[in-house]
């Protein structure tokens, strides 16, 4: 059985920076597809950055591109959101997802909730001024 835990949400203000680790358990396979995501109280769940196996390539959401770093420790099966410059709009429960050895796929669902199997049950991050 799969398990994702995430840690290191916390409050901060705007500017400063935090660092989101996800350790994933029960995986039957070493080539995943794993991303993190963020909810808005109110809005959708949205993706915000995603790292593809093998390759190590990543994509990101233009909101937080340019100040968020996602990346993976492979021996400790942990993925990692490094976030910096921090934005009110930034304030959501971030979730990381994982999806097992993952076929060929559209760039379009890289970041969609839709495309991952297992999921954590996140970890509250707020951003005030």
């Not at 993706?47 to 996602?70: E, H, K, Q």
Request: proline share 4%; charged share 15%; aromatic share 8%.
């Amino acid at each position: 059985q799969v398990r994702l835990v995430e840690s290191g949400g916390d409050s901060v203000q705007v500017g400063g920076s935090l660092k989101l680790s996800c350790v994933a358990s029960g995986l039957s396979s070493g080539r995943n597809l794993m991303a993190w995501f963020r909810q808005a109280s109110g809005q959708e769940r949205e993706g915000v950055a995603c790292l593809w196996p093998a390759s190590g390539n990543r994509r990101y959401a233009d909101s937080v591109r340019g100040r968020f770093t996602v990346s993976q420790d492979e021996v400790t099966n942990t993925i990692y959101l490094h976030m910096e410059s921090l934005k009110p709009d930034d304030t959501a429960v971030y979730f990381c997802a994982v999806l097992q050895t993952p076929g060929p796929m559209a760039v379009s669902q890289l970041l969609s909730p839709n495309t991952y199997t297992d999921w954590g049950q996140g970890t509250r991050v707020t951003v005030s001024s």
